[in-house]
């Protein structure tokens, strides 16, 4: 247990300093959350990658491999198409546009790019950013108070309320630019973490084939590619639920804002291809140590939750205690909490930028001075911050049986289904208008919780809704209801977004 407290107090002793380091340079709001618009490639590229997966990626994924088997590498697929079109394709448009805009937000970005002549996109923008964002923050101190509990035996409200002080800290002190640079100490022990752990584990291994072969008798399912199910709809339901999850990585506001503040398109250029390296070897190997854990720990015929904790969820911690001494589990915990921890930052900055940016200075009060601007932004983080962990901490005593997959993926979705069809349309249709926006976030976001609480309790189609999970669909809802308002109120002036600004 000391040795584990140890590396954790010199893990967090590194973000206090990259906090205070930061705070140097914070002079602006453009400074507090795009760090001045001067972030090089690598800083970038790992610190959107780390904020895209979160504690997902460790504890959630891995256990999917768990459960899944094969079929999970589907979430590989999907994640690298998702990452890579962002990357390749929507990136370098979306950066070239919005610093033309001058655009600091997502919804700066877009109040410019339709040209408004009111703020309602903005208010619409703010309003569904703040809400789902604080919902994927409180998933994610979820997941911290877990992690404190089944890898230090800590109190889970007592691990929330730690983790939640220390990522605030860092914020408070020092901004986006704190955020990008913690991001990206943490994206490398991820990396590092997650790629070492399956090659260790393989030279354990007899052969490959004994370990497909083990796996078969486990369960003939997890060898599948496809599932395993006979019926076809479910099936395609499944694949389409795990691929699908890449979705969200085209558009994202607390992914897209790296892209603002990127110094350059050159830089993009060069952060692309560490983007799609990071998610090829991370994904893949959360993937392989859930099915190494379910091969290691569990016999056939029996329930592979009774032994590797709910939804598979503490298979990372059974195999890296499997493998490794006590100082280097000690170190990583300290993996487990950066990926929870980026994620935290990232959101908390994005969901104050909406509040502080987009509706105080915006709409209430232009005329405040970016000095007073980044003092109010500090303390609308923490209010946030605050709010965040109170749903948490409810959401904890009231559904004890929910999961780190379910819950993440809630908030993933829902910010993913209000932003991404907008941003994509933006981008690549000079016709959307912007009441085509506002349809298209307005159903993207109740779509969200209607397929998950409504469709998929329906006896006859449910199964396969909750099989697909509820992206997928409130994505192409959102899709259709901007094609929609878009041709009944169509665009008054068209900006130009020709290849020449490309």
């Known amino acids: 247990m000391i040795t584990k407290l140890v590396v954790l107090g010199i893990y967090f002793a590194i973000l206090f300093i990259i906090g205070i380091v930061a705070s140097r340079s914070i002079k602006s709001l453009s400074d507090f959350y795009v760090g001045?618009?001067?972030?090089?490639?690598?800083?970038?590229?790992?610190?959107?990658?780390?904020?895209?997966?979160?504690?997902?990626?460790?504890?959630?994924?891995?256990?999917?491999?768990?459960?899944?088997?094969?079929?999970?590498?589907?979430?590989?697929?999907?994640?690298?198409?998702?990452?890579?079109?962002?990357w390749f394709i929507m990136a370098k448009r979306f950066k070239l546009l919005s610093d033309k805009y001058q655009s600091i937000t997502i919804p700066d970005f877009l109040e410019s790019h339709f040209e408004?002549?009111?703020?309602?996109?903005?208010?619409?923008?703010?309003?569904?950013?703040?809400?789902?964002?604080i919902i994927y923050v409180s998933a994610q101190i979820d997941v911290t108070g877990k992690a404190f509990e089944s890898l230090l035996n800590i109190n889970y409200f007592t691990g929330a309320v730690i983790g939640f002080l220390?990522?605030?800290?860092?914020?408070?002190?020092?901004?986006?630019?704190?955020?990008?640079?913690?991001?990206?100490f943490q994206g490398l022990l991820m990396f590092f973490g997650l790629v070492a752990l399956p090659i260790v584990a393989y030279f354990s291994i007899d052969s490959l084939d004994e370990f497909i072969v083990g796996l078969n008798q486990i369960d003939p399912n997890l060898t599948s590619v496809f599932g395993g199910s006979d019926d076809l709809w479910l099936t395609?339901?499944?694949?389409?639920?795990?691929?699908?999850?890449g979705l969200g990585f085209l558009g994202s506001p607390q992914i897209y804002v790296r892209f603002l503040s990127i110094k350059n398109v050159a830089e993009l250029d060069r952060g692309k291809w560490v983007a799609i390296l990071f998610t090829l070897l991370t994904d893949f190997a959360a993937v392989s140590i859930g099915l190494i854990g379910r091969y290691l720990f569990t016999e056939v015929g029996q329930d592979p939750q009774s032994i590797l904790g709910n939804n598979g969820e503490d298979v990372l911690l059974h195999v890296i205690e499997h493998y490794f001494p006590l100082f280097i589990i000690a170190i990583y915990i300290a993996v487990i909490l950066s990926a929870i921890m980026s994620t935290i930052d990232s959101l908390l900055i994005v969901a104050s930028s909406a509040i502080v940016r987009d509706v105080y200075q915006q709409i209430l009060h232009p005329e405040l001075d970016e000095k007073k601007m980044s003092r109010i932004s500090r303390l609308v983080t923490l209010g946030m911050a605050l709010f965040a962990l109170s749903i948490a901490i409810i959401v904890a005593v009231?559904?004890?049986?929910?999961?780190?997959?379910?819950?993440?993926?809630?908030?993933?979705?829902g910010i993913a289904a209000t932003f991404c069809p907008v941003i994509i349309l933006a981008l690549f249709w000079p016709a959307y208008s912007e009441k085509g926006a506002i349809a298209s976030m307005i159903v993207g976001f109740l779509s969200v919780p209607i397929f998950k609480f409504v469709v998929q309790n329906i006896d006859t189609v449910g199964i396969y809704f909750e099989k697909m999970d509820v992206l997928t669909p409130s994505f192409i809802l959102a899709m259709l209801a901007g094609w929609i308002f878009t041709k009944v109120y169509p665009r008054q002036s068209k900006f130009n977004t020709s290849a020449e600004d490309q």
């Open 166 to 184: 220390i990522v605030l800290a860092y914020i408070y002190t020092g901004g986006f630019i704190a955020v990008v640079w913690s991001d990206f």
């Open 36 to 86: 001045g618009k001067r972030i090089g490639y690598w800083a970038v590229a790992f610190s959107a990658r780390a904020t895209g997966e979160s504690g997902w990626l460790l504890l959630g994924l891995t256990g999917m491999g768990a459960m899944a088997g094969f079929s999970a590498y589907w979430v590989v697929v999907g994640e690298l198409l998702g990452v890579g079109i962002s």
């Open 398 to 413: 009231s559904t004890p049986e929910r999961t780190v997959f379910w819950f993440v993926i809630f908030g993933w979705s």
């Open 116 to 133: 408004t002549k009111t703020h309602l996109l903005r208010k619409v923008a703010a309003a569904a950013l703040s809400i789902f964002v």
């Open 236 to 245: 395609i339901s499944t694949v389409l639920g795990f691929a699908m999850i």
